[in-house]
């Protein structure tokens, strides 16, 4: 696994600067980043004292909080550089689609889907006037693909009636189409039109809780709580560092804390397997953060030396 360069000083900008945070943090080589580079380190070479157990957080202040959080997403854009949306799209036509149609199933599984789906309808016309059972043929993979039909359809009604075809660049206008709720629109709006915007999905709420970022569980009260954590620039990319910590490291039922490169800055630290050898062994999603789930990876992934996901019926 790559390891974590926690010294690089990040600019957070003067309006990310949280309350009381002094100038500058995060650029001293002897403060608590380096320290937590140093406690990785130690780690690994099996002489550090492990990070405080979960159960054992003492009291953060706010500005603690912004600080560690702040650091969270530094150390994972260092583990994932090439942190990306892990749907296969070429337009906001064909992103707004998979990821109505990745509820509930693998993003893997819809860029097996997809492709055959997007040669029969390129377009928000052609998708309206499609015959429903031959829509639902295809997406079938899917799961819950009548129910899926019935949205993507209606989608692309919407959009060749109300916006002339194109898919429209607001979260207004997004979440007023069948089937789109905040999630989904911030998704396309993130990927597709470089609006910054946080993505509550299933890890993101269960990382964010583990790290203590917030106690809510309304995903719209944990955007809204992690956004004012974060410059909103930087809202996107966090989202794609999150989710991919959670599909890879952080999981839901057995977190891999022994091989997290996080662990000095997580309170949760000891809810997974402690031992690094058999912590090694829980990474099954992906070894290191490769490969991912997307067939067509983007130019950063592939240079990172990621590899795309094996083709469908591969083992
Ligand atoms: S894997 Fe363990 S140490 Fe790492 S973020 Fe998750 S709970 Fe924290």
């Not at 957080?57 to 650091?71: D, G, I, M, N, W």
């Not at 942190?83 to 097996?112: C, G, K």
């Not at 898919?167 to 990927?191: D, H, I, Q, S, Y």
Request: glycine share 10%.
């Amino acid at each position: 696994m790559k390891s974590v360069k926690t010294s690089q000083p990040v600019d957070d900008g003067p309006s990310a600067q949280p309350a009381g945070e002094p100038a500058g943090e995060g650029s001293d080589a002897s403060g608590p980043t380096a320290g937590a580079a140093k406690r990785t380190k130690a780690r690994a070479a099996g002489t550090a004292r492990p990070p405080t157990p979960a159960g054992a957080v003492r009291a953060e202040s706010h500005t603690a909080l912004v600080r560690r959080a702040r650091r969270i997403n530094r150390a994972l854009a260092e583990v994932y550089p090439y942190a990306h949306p892990e749907l296969d799209f070429e337009n906001s036509y064909q992103l707004l689609l998979a990821t109505v149609l990745s509820a509930q199933t693998t993003d893997l599984r819809v860029n097996q889907t997809t492709p055959r789906l997007f040669a029969a309808y390129p377009t928000p016309e052609d998708l309206a006037a499609a015959n429903p059972e031959e829509v639902e043929e295809l997406i079938r993979p899917t799961g819950f693909f009548r129910a899926k039909t019935k949205s993507i359809i209606g989608i692309a009604t919407a959009l060749r009636d109300e916006f002339g075809g194109e898919v429209p660049g607001t979260l207004e206008e997004l979440v007023k189409l069948p089937g789109v709720g905040r999630k989904t629109a911030f998704v396309v709006l993130g990927n597709a039109f470089g609006v910054p915007g946080i993505t509550v999905d299933t890890h993101f709420g269960r990382l964010v809780r583990r790290w203590k970022w917030t106690d809510e569980t309304d995903p719209d009260k944990v955007e809204a709580a992690v956004g004012a954590l974060f410059p909103k620039r930087e809202w996107t990319m966090l989202s794609h560092h999150v989710i991919f910590h959670g599909r890879r490291i952080c999981h839901s039922r057995k977190p891999a804390c022994g091989a997290c490169p996080i662990a000095p800055l997580c309170p949760a630290y000891g809810e997974g397997e402690m031992d690094p050898e058999k912590a090694k062994k829980l990474l099954k999603y992906e070894k290191g953060g490769m490969p991912g789930q997307r067939l067509k990876p983007p130019a950063g992934y592939l240079e990172a030396g990621g590899i795309p996901a094996s083709p469908l019926g591969s083992a």
